[in-house]
């Protein structure tokens, strides 16, 4: 065995080494089964002969605690006080307070009660006393303090140490450290050997592990059989917030340490942690609102993942213990100074529940110890002088009442103690022989439909004596044992400590309920251990499930089809599934069309399927739902669809030309536009052309035919009207002599000599009346003259439109079907026209 050293002469803690094991004594000749079953059960016996005795420490208890020496003091002391085993009182050790060279801090004691260890912050290392066993007088071992190696050759020793735990078998120690190398890095937790095989006792490293969550090791604990170390866990050395505790399996032979799982991992970060003493329950406080909660520890890896209770304290905690019997947990109340809230714990559950306070009590982590061998608590008071308080356990209600004669003095009058706080003691181990153990507990609870098989459920046969459990036979009895089946891994013999596993299913052939039981016949206590199974028999139901959830179609362009997607239809019930039908519904369900061959009865375990196409209508994101109805739960259920559509085409102005003119009223504007038809499309579009102004009109072609991706040109023609297409003036002309209508003439003539001659014999008043009666006969004769001309005469013309200066928009609608016959949503184009 080696040592090195470290910093001011500071012996470095080393790997041990592994030694081979000795040939096995017996001769290699083969017995029979039931003879090595006996010889196994007579070793065991003696080896729990053996184990009990190593396990059992001296009648004699001492409490230590550590303190500085003076105010800011580079050096403490450890005070010393033996307990009277009746009434739980302190008496002070001869010599007491001891004298440490360092700083002191947390500390803790060995399982066999051997020595003391005091964890120093600062220096960063572990200060070693041994303890005299009938004195409790402490002398420090000539190698101490020790410090933890490196965990590689290239790195620095860890730092920051937070926390310190030794375990039952008193032959190994963790410490936790914030920083695994130096003052940086992630937490670590080191595993030391504690070798009494030299001169003198040294601690020698094992190994140095990362916890594996990232967070800080804040408190270590070990269970009462030395089995697992539990990482109560706190913000990390990042930051981060951690909580919960990682559970560590302890190899009994070399102190290496295996990751099992989480105990209680709900809290945000941690606080504080405690295992009741016969580990069955795990506690944890923590998190943004200072929560507790309580979980059930297996006892076949020492996990807790099922925590029956998590409710809120109401207050900030300083610190947790549960008292020697597990039956209540006391919990330090920041918010009122000198207060406690006491905890009844059921016994079956672990649940907490509040029966009361304590006044006149500080509980503190690493300052308050409650002791393992009797009903007493001890906690240190910062107070000048120090001293410790000593009370006692009501063990009907829980309440604590200070002993008589506490505090207790520790011999200095300087600062308040303590700095950490340790009591001896192992107590025997409560469960001699055989003792077995069926986990999870509680009443196992089935479900199946009729005619099949439920899911299987394991449970384990643990045994949590300290000889062979052996295993006579597993079975189910019960009225209706014929309705489960179980297989199991175990064998003739379980040694202590050691699980099996038995594998339960639950096959109902009817409708109903069921009751059987688990039944393990062995030597331990109480056989046969039983379980409770209870199975519910359902009628057979269909379940429907798509695979996949969604279809994922390819992006397609407006007014093609997509390739069909395939949406298979699960039944993954028990009961045959009628479709009675499929739909579509939604934002856009006319953008998707299905065909399916839905149409029988699916049987469970079977599909259908559903061919679904993307034909979308317009551009952009579309979606859908397609809508099963059926006859199971949840009709009709839906699968979401969504997909995403190019435009079926692209408008623009050719290169060279503009969506704007600027003409002169009469002149005429062009737009040489191009259609460019987007992948895959072809068709016909359709145009036409509204929004001219007044005496303008336009003009586009009818349609135009894409295909191929290739760019199609068309021109909008928009004429205007103005001077430049006024119609010349006409000069006067006179009809041609044919046109003159001559009968109507030679008539007036005629009319006008015979009214002259008249006249002319016509005399006095007669002559008056003729030349009346021969202005009307003339004027008679033009009118006729006139009208004989029809519809000859003469009419003005309107004056010609002229298109008014201004903007106007032109806009050409376009129009298209997509393949199954439904117009296309297509934007139109707008063309800006302005007359000067």
């Not at 688990?518 to 109480?526: E, I, K, R, T, Y």
């Given at each position: 065995m080696s040592r090195s050293t470290h910093g001011q002469g500071r012996p470095m803690a080393t790997r041990i080494e592994t030694f081979p094991l000795a040939h096995f004594p017996f001769p290699p000749r083969i017995?029979?089964?039931?003879?090595?079953?006996?010889?196994?059960?007579?070793?065991?016996?003696?080896?729990?002969?053996?184990?009990?005795?190593?396990?059992?420490?001296?009648?004699?208890?001492?409490?230590?605690?550590?303190?500085?020496?003076?105010?800011?003091?580079?050096?403490?002391?450890?005070?010393?006080?033996?307990?009277?085993?009746?009434?739980?009182?302190?008496?002070?050790?001869?010599?007491?307070?001891?004298?440490d060279r360092l700083e002191g801090g947390l500390m803790a004691i060995d399982g066999q009660g051997k020595f003391l260890f005091v964890l120093n912050p600062v220096s960063d290392d572990i200060s070693m006393f041994q303890i005299d066993q009938t004195s409790g007088v402490l002398s420090e071992v000539p190698a101490s303090p020790f410090a933890v190696p490196p965990a590689f050759s290239s790195g620095s020793p860890p730092s920051n140490p937070l926390s310190i735990a030794a375990e039952r078998s008193g032959k190994f120690l963790?410490?936790?450290?914030?920083?695994?190398?130096?003052?940086?890095?992630?937490?670590?937790?080191?595993?030391?050997?504690i070798d009494t095989s030299g001169p003198s006792p040294v601690l020698v490293t094992v190994e140095s592990i990362l916890t594996n969550t990232g967070g800080s090791p804040r408190?270590?604990?070990?269970?009462?059989?030395?089995?697992?170390?539990?990482?109560?866990?706190?913000?990390?050395?990042s930051g981060m917030l951690v909580g919960g505790a990682e559970v560590y399996s302890i190899d009994a032979s070399t102190g290496n340490l295996s990751y099992q799982g989480m105990a209680g991992s709900s809290l945000s970060f941690g606080i504080d942690y405690a295992i009741?003493?016969?580990?069955?329950?795990?506690?944890a406080t923590g998190g943004t609102a200072d929560f507790l909660q309580s979980c059930i520890i297996s006892p076949v890896d020492g996990t807790a993942n099922t925590c029956p209770s998590f409710f809120d304290l109401f207050f900030s905690n300083t610190g947790m213990l549960v008292e020697n019997s597990g039956h209540f947990l006391y919990i330090g109340d920041g918010d009122t100074s000198g207060s406690v809230a006491v905890y009844s714990v059921d016994q079956t559950t672990g649940t907490p529940t509040q029966v009361g306070s304590a006044t006149g009590i500080t509980l503190a982590q690493g300052r308050s110890v409650a002791d393992p061998m009797g009903p007493y608590i001890y906690s240190a008071d910062q107070t000048t002088p120090p001293v410790v308080h000593a009370f006692q356990v009501d063990p009907q209600t829980g309440n604590l009442t200070e002993m008589s004669g506490s505090p207790f003095g520790i011999g200095i009058t300087s600062v308040g103690c303590c700095q950490g706080l340790a009591i001896s003691g192992n107590p025997v181990q409560a469960i001699s022989g055989p003792a077995a153990t069926m986990f999870p507990s509680s009443a196992a609870t089935f479900t199946a439909t009729a005619g099949t098989i439920s899911s299987t459920q394991i449970f384990s046969i643990v045994n949590q004596g300290n000889q062979l459990l052996a295993i006579n036979s597993i079975l189910l009895a019960g009225t209706d044992a014929s309705s489960f089946s179980q297989s199991n891994t175990c064998l003739a013999t379980?040694?202590?400590?050691?699980?099996?596993?038995?594998?339960?299913?639950?096959?109902?052939?009817?409708?109903?309920?069921?009751?059987?039981?688990?039944?393990?016949?062995?030597?331990?206590?109480?056989s046969p251990q039983t379980l409770l199974l209870n199975g519910t028999g359902t009628a057979p139901v269909p379940t429907v499930t798509f695979s996949p959830t969604a279809p994922a179609f390819p992006a397609s362009t407006q007014g093609t089809s997509s390739a069909?997607?395939?949406?298979?239809?699960?039944?993954?019930?028990?009961?045959?599934?009628?479709?009675?039908?499929?739909?579509?519904?939604?934002?856009?369900?006319?953008?998707?069309?299905?065909?399916?061959?839905?149409?029988?009865?699916?049987?469970?375990?079977?599909?259908?399927?559903?061919a679904i196409v993307f034909s979308p209508l317009a551009p952009g994101q579309r979606t859908a739902n397609l809508l099963v109805s059926d006859d199971a739960s949840g009709s009709p259920q839906a699968a979401s669809l969504s997909a995403t559509a190019n435009p079926a085409f692209a408008v623009a102005a050719v290169a060279g030309s503009s969506t704007t003119a600027s003409v002169t009223a009469g002149q005429t504007a062009q737009y040489q536009m191009q259609l460019t038809p987007g992948?895959?499309?072809?068709?016909?579009?359709?145009?036409?052309?509204?929004?001219?102004?007044?005496?303008?009109?336009?003009?586009?072609?009818?349609?135009?035919?894409?295909a191929n991706g290739t760019a199609t040109p068309f021109t909008v023609t928009v004429t205007t009207s103005g001077p430049a297409t006024l119609p010349p003036s006409t000069p006067m002309r006179f009809p041609p002599f044919s046109q003159v209508p001559l009968v109507p003439l030679l008539a007036l003539a005629l009319l006008s000599l015979i009214a002259f001659r008249a006249f002319q014999t016509a005399a006095g008043r007669n002559r008056f009346a003729m030349s009346g009666i021969l202005a009307a006969a003339i004027f008679s004769a033009t009118l006729g003259i006139a009208g004989c001309g029809g519809g000859s005469a003469a009419v003005a013309p309107p004056p010609p439109l002229i298109t008014p200066p201004g903007t106007s928009t032109i806009t050409v609608t376009m129009s298209a079907m997509s393949p199954s016959g439904q117009p296309l949503q297509l934007q139109p184009l707008q063309l800006t026209l302005t007359v000067k």
């Open positions: 017995l029979h089964p039931s003879a090595i079953v006996r010889l196994l059960l007579l070793l065991s016996i003696c080896l729990s002969v053996a184990s009990l005795a190593s396990a059992q420490t001296s009648g004699q208890q001492y409490v230590y605690g550590s303190a500085s020496a003076a105010a800011n003091s580079p050096t403490s002391v450890v005070a010393a006080f033996s307990k009277t085993s009746q009434t739980g009182a302190l008496t002070p050790v001869p010599g007491s307070p001891f004298s963790f410490v936790g450290y914030l920083f695994e190398s130096g003052s940086q890095g992630p937490s670590s937790v080191a595993s030391l050997a408190k270590l604990l070990t269970d009462s059989k030395g089995l697992h170390l539990y990482v109560g866990l706190g913000v990390s050395s009741d003493p016969q580990d069955r329950f795990f506690f379980l040694a202590p400590n050691a699980h099996c596993s038995v594998s339960i299913t639950f096959n109902p052939a009817s409708v109903g309920t069921f009751a059987a039981n688990l039944q393990v016949a062995d030597n331990a206590p109480g069909p997607q395939t949406l298979t239809l699960i039944n993954s019930g028990s009961g045959p599934l009628h479709v009675s039908g499929v739909s579509l519904a939604g934002p856009n369900p006319s953008d998707f069309s299905f065909t399916n061959n839905c149409t029988a009865p699916v049987a469970p375990a079977s599909n259908c399927t559903i992948p895959g499309y072809s068709g016909t579009v359709s145009l036409t052309c509204s929004g001219a102004p007044l005496g303008a009109m336009c003009h586009v072609p009818a349609s135009v035919s894409l």
